[in-house]
């Protein structure tokens, strides 16, 4: 298994990410520095959370013009697998590999939480081909701008082609407040066209420990790796 | 030159940030007004002297990064020094 | 450099300005006294110019040199087995086991705070990160205490939502976790809130860097951002009362960059893995002029510095600009010679300034150069060394008075009581607060704001084939009515209360860092205050060997001559050898709760100088509980042996509100239920009986409340310790609080009310 972290300037999830991997493959994935013009053949590259260039202009805008994107973008027209988590995914969005956009939490709060996510039917994705649509995660989420919303006709593109990779639920009847940020459709995380890319706010790196955040990312990071190299 | 470039949300896309803005100044007593809309601006200097190149290479760096085109609209107006 | 007759071609004409001679005017102008002026002349034998003025200035302000609060901080115990560095250095050191250390430190910002809360707290935060990583440190956890005005006060919701989301806003950025602290609320912060953050960092124990300057000859290097016009006069902003026209001192606040900050912490950190730095202290307040001041102090050397080669970022700045700027995210760092290329390319490449500004000398003098001529030459001995030291008359006022639960008026049932109590914003969930706050970046969060009593952070790496690893604890703590009423107890709470949320959470309290906040010293009852919370904390820190390793005193908070109450904000921190046995506030169904610390036949509860006593009669008096510090150590010697072996599932001390409030936190998270063992006495109390309520809401000391699914282990071992406790009863489903036949309380509705009470106050001011 390949795996290569992708580090901004202002990245600070990087080593919760690396330590997740680690704990999985038993080997710690390679550092790609956002300068890099070169990068080795990899099967995952994952961009971790943070706050990229101290998140000026808008989140993750200057850190989608960095010299390591054409690298990215070379990556996953090999087939390549890519998963970018919470800023990551940010990222993912100003570099146009995924489409719509994520703007300030609904209540103008940076919001540090538990969430519970549902798996939604989608396409096949290695991410995801472990679940059944309606199996549930709970995964933290810690972000102020996680809101993600589309034009309507984006909106039925991705219902109508599977694209809705997470969606925020009702975890129990106390709860009023599931969703986070107050985004779309409760969409907590999508797919591009092929399903190997995928884009989530909530972080599966801070789910790997009973004592910290439970093991449901540790889950989700483990089936999604061993679907990536088959 | 000296370019302001002048960004803002397009209609349709919520800003509760604007709302919150309208919430409080309805609080303070004011009720004259409607619709209110954030933005921000970016003013920089670019060192050619023609216009029309100046508001060309303006236009070319929204673009490309200063301006979120699926969201946002932008006006690009040259600041005339005194 | 001679100084040759000056011409404004030469000179900007600022610049020619500053160097000129200083006057009595000026030097009041700048916070000096008459008697510091004409010391200050003795000392150099010249009058300053302004820009040594300047220096002398930020120096002798209270906030760097300390004059009204040192003769009395070198009474407080410092030393013990476990500590590597006291109070001295940037922050304090505690060797932890494995070969390594605990560094951290509290500090505050309070006057910058209240005139921009944002940016006030964001400040504060960056500052207390750069006192830990200066040290070789990487910061594992943030902490606040944070006290606000009344929350009916027309500044105060403007004040919280900015501190909060300044303090997210920096910490979140830089990616540190924020897991603990507390939030208050009083009339006498209406006009001087306090903002006091707490940094916690991990280091390897033979690899501490400290900020003594060394070998005359090596280079005096600046590394982070540029210097701007920020802050300039902040510390002495930080020594002075406000009045109507503090307003206008916006200008004066410095603007942190997380971003930045973050850069500068792994730039340093990555440097610190090399040999080459001898010395380094951050730039924090009076910027150049401290770090310079005190690193060539403390080396019992001086410095020799061209100010032209300082990066700056505004035009024409003069010396005396450049000197006193506080401008954020800079630190100024000794090197080996000959290693500067190889550190300066670590910093370019995190797009950093790094720059050469001057030498260590052996002179012992401070000298600056400025467009060609000599800014400043003055000797460092007076700045520091010589730093007046005030011995302020003081008298330590001391209530006696007993409160009785029968000099209560009330006439209010127990639940309405409850009622009024989550509905305090002192007492409600503040969850609104902390869920703003990142607590769970870099992994390593284990309990944190409202689930334990102290925080606990695992510490990185130290996992084995048995254990998660080792963590260490963390917790803020401090009750002002007490100190208010009498100094000495409430600086004896303060510990107290600390050490037992740290032990209550599964930990071994270890040190302490204070953050002292007061009014004016020069009125004799304030520092009275001064000095008997002092002797309070430490004769505590004394018996429970929790020496204080670093701190800060933050003075003249006062308005119009209105003070706040008297804060002696107590940080502590402390250590668990196997992260899996923390303990959470919360108890488990079937469990049963045990009150450590309380008599069989206790019934009369101290409601003087309460929370109940506050809301029920609008009105604080009273002497506050006694304190016995042997029966404390024995309470904390004894959670930590039952929790050894494994006897509980959670712990929850006993503080604001008393033991009603302490055991519905309990229940809240499993919305359980419990039949409460009333003592006889009171068995056939009705709802509304003063006696009843003072046994439910009486703030006595010395207790913690356990939860136990093996209550008889339990009893057993507490027996043979000859621990006073009391049975409270057995958790249930039933969501009931049952007091025997004399009230039923829905827990699900209190439940709600405390966590609807602040969301509900901020959400209805739309900032």
């Known amino acids: 298994m390949r795996a290569a972290i992708a580090i901004f300037p ?54 989608a013009r960095s010299p390591i994107i ?125 399903g190997r890319v995928l884009g989530m706010m909530p972080h599966p790196e801070r789910s790997i420990n009973s004592l910290h955040g439970g093991t449901d990312g540790l889950k989700f990071l483990t089936k999604s790796i061993e679907q990536i190299v088959g | 030159m000296k370019v302001e470039v002048n960004i803002s949300l397009k209609e349709g896309v919520l800003d509760p940030e604007g709302q919150a803005i309208d919430n409080t100044l309805r609080n303070l007593g004011y009720s004259n007004f409607h619709n209110i809309r954030t933005g921000k601006q970016i003013i920089l200097n670019i060192d050619k002297t023609n216009e029309n190149e100046v508001l060309k290479q303006a236009d070319k760096m929204c673009q490309e990064l200063l301006v979120n085109v699926v969201i946002e609209n932008y006006h690009i107006n040259i600041i005339k020094d005194k | 450099m001679q100084k040759r007759n000056l011409e404004l071609r030469d000179i900007n004409e600022n610049e020619y300005t500053v160097q000129q001679e200083s006057n009595l005017d000026q030097a009041l102008g700048m916070g000096l006294s008459k008697d510091e002026f004409e010391l200050i002349c003795n000392k150099i034998n010249k009058i300053p110019n302004q820009t040594e003025l300047g220096i002398f200035s930020a120096m002798f302000s209270e906030h760097c040199s300390y004059k009204s609060s040192k003769k009395w901080l070198k009474t407080l115990p410092t030393k013990a087995e476990h500590v590597i560095q006291g109070p001295g250095e940037n922050a304090g050191v505690i060797d932890i086991g494995n070969d390594q250390a605990a560094v951290f430190k509290i500090e505050s910002h309070n006057h910058p705070s209240f005139i921009e809360p944002y940016q006030g707290s964001a400040t504060g935060v960056g500052g207390i990160l750069r006192d830990v990583f200066t040290m070789g440190a990487r910061p594992i956890a943030l902490l606040n205490a944070l006290r606000f005005g009344s929350i009916n006060h027309p500044l105060t919701k403007h004040l919280v939502s900015g501190v909060v989301k300044g303090i997210g806003g920096y910490g979140n950025c830089i990616g540190i976790p924020t897991v603990g602290g507390e939030t208050n609320f ?46 300039i006069h902040g510390a002495t902003m930080a020594s002075a009362e406000f009045t109507e026209s503090s307003s206008e001192k916006r ?35 009076a910027g150049l002029t401290s770090s310079s001041v005190e690193m060539a102090s403390k080396g019992g050397l001086g410095m020799h510095l061209n100010l032209d080669l300082v990066p700056i970022r505004e035009e024409g700045m003069t010396s005396y600009e450049i000197m006193l700027s506080e401008s954020q995210e800079r630190m100024l760092m000794i090197l080996k010679p000959g290693s500067e290329e190889a550190a300066k390319l670590i910093f370019n490449k995190w797009d950093l300034d790094f720059a050469n500004i001057g030498k ?185 060997n929790t020496p204080i390793v670093s701190g800060n005193v933050s003075l003249y908070n006062e308005t119009n001559g209105q003070g706040i109450l008297p804060t002696p904000v107590i940080g502590m921190v402390g250590i668990i050898d196997e992260v899996e046995n923390c303990l959470g506030i919360s108890a488990e169904n079937n469990n049963t709760l045990i009150i450590l610390g309380q008599k069989q036949n206790f019934t009369e509860g101290w409601l003087g100088c309460s929370l109940y006593q506050e809301i029920i009669s609008d009105n604080l008096d009273g002497a506050p509980p006694p304190i016995d510090l042997k029966t404390e150590k024995q309470i904390i010697e004894t959670i930590m042996t039952l929790n050894n072996n494994k006897l509980l599932t959670g712990a929850h001390d006993i503080s604001d509100g008393g033991l009603l409030i302490a055991t519905c936190e309990m229940l809240f998270k499993n919305r359980l239920g419990l039949n409460v063992n009333l003592p006889k006495a009171l068995m056939s109390s009705n709802s509304k009986d003063h006696l009843l309520h003072s046994w439910c809401f009486g703030e006595d000391q010395n207790r913690i409340i356990i939860s136990t699914n093996e209550p008889d282990k339990v009893v057993s071992l507490l027996k043979e310790s000859l621990i006073d406790y009391y049975i409270l009863g057995m958790t249930n489903t039933s969501s009931n609080l049952n ?10 509705e209190i439940y709600n009310i405390n966590e609807r009470t602040i969301p509900s106050l901020m959400d209805t001011y739309k900032s």
């Open chain 3, 739 to 748: 007091l025997n036949e004399v009230d039923t309380i829905s827990i699900k």
């Open chain 1, 10 to 63: 202002g990245s600070n999830c990087d080593r919760d990410m690396a330590v997740a991997i680690k704990k999985i493959t038993g080997k710690s994935p390679l550092k790609l520095w956002h300068k890099d013009t070169e990068a080795p053949n990899l099967d995952l590259i994952v961009i971790p959370g943070g706050f990229s260039f101290g998140d000026y202009l808008r989140c993750g805008a200057l850190a």
């Open chain 3, 186 to 231: 009083n009339k006498s912060y209406d006009g001087n809130i306090l903002v006091n953050a707490m940094a916690v960092g991990l280091a390897q124990k033979d690899k501490i860097f400290y900020s003594a300057a060394t070998g005359a000859g090596n280079p005096v290097i600046y590394v982070g951002a540029k210097t701007g016009r920020d802050g």
């Open chain 3, 360 to 544: 260590v000398t052996n002179t012992g003098r401070l000298v600056l150069d400025k467009n060609g001529f000599e800014a400043c030459n003055i000797p460092i001995n007076p700045l520091v060394e010589d730093a007046p030291e005030y011995d302020r008359p003081y008298e330590i006022l001391q209530n006696k008075k007993v409160i009785k639960s029968d000099d209560f008026q009330s006439n209010q049932t127990l639940n309405n009581i409850l009622i009024k109590m989550f509905e305090s914003p002192n007492i409600a969930s503040k969850k609104w607060i902390w869920e703003q706050y990142d607590s769970s970046v870099m992994g390593d969060t284990i309990l944190c704001n409202g689930k334990s009593d102290a925080a606990i952070v695992k510490i990185h790496g130290t996992e084995t084939k048995n254990s998660l690893g080792k963590g260490i604890a963390m917790t803020t703590d401090c009750t002002p009515r007490y100190v208010k009423s009498d100094p000495i107890i409430g600086g004896m709470q303060a510990v107290c209360e600390a050490a037992r949320n740290i032990a209550a959470s599964g930990a071994k309290p270890l040190a302490i860092t204070n953050n002292l906040n007061f009014g004016n010293p020069e009125k004799i009852n304030v520092m009275g205050e001064i000095v008997g919370s002092i002797k309070g904390i430490s004769q505590a820190a004394s018996t429970l």
């Open chain 1, 70 to 194: 054409k690298n990215i973008k070379n990556h996953i027209s090999r087939g390549g697998a890519l998963l970018g988590v919470c800023n990551g995914f940010q990222i993912l969005i100003e570099a146009n590999i995924l489409p719509g956009s994520l703007v300030r939490n609904k209540k103008l709060l940076f919001t540090c939480r538990e969430t519970t996510l549902e798996v939604q039917d989608s396409i096949q994705s290695p991410f995801l081909s472990s679940f059944n649509t309606g199996d549930c995660l709970n995964i933290p989420v810690a972000h102020n701008e996680g809101n993600y919303i589309a034009n309507n006709e984006l909106l039925k593109e991705l219902e109508n082609n599977g694209r809705i990779a997470f969606k925020y639920k009702k975890s129990s009847e106390i709860e009023t407040d599931y969703n986070p940020n107050g985004s779309l459709s409760d969409i907590a995380g999508i797919l591009s066209k092929n």
């Open chain 3, 251 to 285: 200008p004066t606040v410095q603007v942190g960059d997380p971003f930045t900050g973050k850069l500068l912490l792994e730039a340093c950190l990555e440097l610190m893995q090399t040999d080459v730095v001898l010395s380094i202290q951050d730039m924090g307040a």
